[in-house]
């Protein structure tokens, strides 16, 4: 099993960053996302974080499933996610991965950080570097639409 960590401070509070951490948000800053649909029912605002809540992802290599298994607002959210990408180094295999957000009030707003753990296989060979490179991408991404 793999794992990636990169963090970020933002300068905007817990609460704002907490809003772009919904399922469908992160289709607007996460470089490779096209698309996220939620697959569960959302009524509220709120049912975006709550642990059940499940999207359809489409992104430029490929597709996959995420659905919330830990939910603390304003504080920390984790996904599982399943789905097929079409990375050369991967043949198309299926991946899994957990993805957690946790989010820390600091001085000038928030620090940010991504935690995947992963077991997929022959990337954790070729392209960790390319997956490192994606998410520090994604997270300035987020630090440039929050400061704005």
């Known amino acids: 099993m793999g794992s990636v960590e990169k963090s970020i401070e933002i300068r905007a509070t817990p609460e704002k960053v907490w809003e772009t951490l919904a399922l469908d948000r992160q289709a607007e800053w996460m470089g490779e996302w096209k698309s996220a649909k939620y697959t569960s029912e959302v009524r509220t605002p709120e049912d975006k974080y709550r642990v059940g809540a499940s999207a359809h992802v489409t992104e430029k290599h490929g597709e996959f499933d995420l659905e919330v298994t830990e939910s603390l607002e304003n504080e920390k959210i ?71």
Request: charged content about 30%; proline content about 3%.
């Open 78 to 148: 984790t996904a599982l996610s399943k789905g097929k990408y079409r990375y050369p180094w991967m043949g198309g295999k299926r991946v899994t991965m957990t993805v957690t957000y946790t989010l820390k009030p600091v001085e000038e707003g928030t620090k940010l950080t991504y935690a995947m753990g992963y077991e997929m296989g022959l990337l954790e060979r070729f392209g960790k570097g390319y997956l490192e490179k994606s998410i520090e991408k994604s997270l300035k991404n987020l630090k440039s639409i929050l400061e704005k």
